[in-house]
């Protein structure tokens, strides 16, 4: 059984630019929710997906924006991207909530 | 706004030596609490959750963590670790105001 896959695991990107990051959940999981971890921090929450829709959101501008689609992944896009976009992104799938949250390993943006 | 805050940032121990590690938080309503670890090379996992009832709470690997409303607090304790416990620890609160909040983390380093 797979856990929860993201990919890439690794991104480089310039100021400016535009990112998609893609995240499939456990399977069984109909809950999605994405996080950012700068280093030396814990995970912050962006926002969550349920039912194809934006449930739960953080404390981040709209540059952030998501999507899932009727198999329960999802994507984080970022636009407009600034230096300190940079951090590694973190997706966890849920069956409900914050329950029980399994995670990804992540993929490492460097914003140059 | 809510917080979260683990004081200490690195743990150092001895095998067999008692564990401590400090959470508190900064929201007086209805919370769901938290721990979760990160072993290295592997991706975060739930170590155990408070969500009413006893407040003290058991999880895996002997792990156990005490939720003392009065004291904001909800500290993970162990009577004796070992080498393999060596991981970064983390606390997260959940309220319906503020969603899901992760402190920074406790790196736990363990000497064989």
């Known amino acids: 059984d797979a856990g929860v896959t993201q990919s890439p695991t690794h991104l480089i990107k310039t100021r400016g630019q535009q990112v998609t990051l893609r995240c499939s959940p456990k399977?069984?999981?109909?809950?999605v929710s994405w996080y950012q971890q700068a280093l030396g921090q814990g995970p912050q929450f962006i926002f969550q997906?349920?039912?194809?829709?934006?449930?739960q959101r953080g404390n981040f501008p709209d540059r952030f924006s998501g999507h899932q689609f009727p198999n329960y992944s999802s994507e984080l896009n970022v636009n407009a991207l600034l230096l300190g976009d940079s951090a590694l992104y973190l997706c966890?799938?849920?069956?409900?909530?914050?329950?029980?949250?399994?995670f990804g390993s992540g993929t490492q943006l460097s914003v140059l | 706004a809510q917080s979260v805050s683990q004081h200490n940032h690195h743990v150092i121990l001895s095998e067999a030596a008692s564990l401590e590690l400090g959470c508190n938080y900064s929201?007086?309503?209805?919370?769901?609490l938290f721990w979760y670890v990160q072993y290295p090379g592997q991706h975060l996992q739930l170590l155990l959750k408070?969500?009413?009832?006893?407040?003290l709470v058991k999880g895996i690997k002997g792990f156990e963590a005490e939720f003392i409303k009065s004291k904001f607090s909800f500290n993970l304790r162990k009577p004796s670790v070992q080498w393999s416990d060596t991981a970064e620890y983390f606390c997260?609160?959940?309220?319906?105001?503020?969603?899901?909040?992760f402190g920074s983390g406790t790196r736990l380093s363990i000497r064989p």
């Open positions: 966890a799938s849920s069956v409900r909530d914050f329950e029980k949250l399994f």
């Open positions: 929201y007086g309503g209805t919370v769901n």
């Open positions: 997260a609160v959940y309220s319906s105001a503020s969603k899901i909040i």
């Open positions: 997906y349920y039912e194809e829709e934006e449930r």
């Open positions: 399977s069984g999981h109909d809950t």
């Open positions: 408070y969500f009413s009832g006893d407040p």
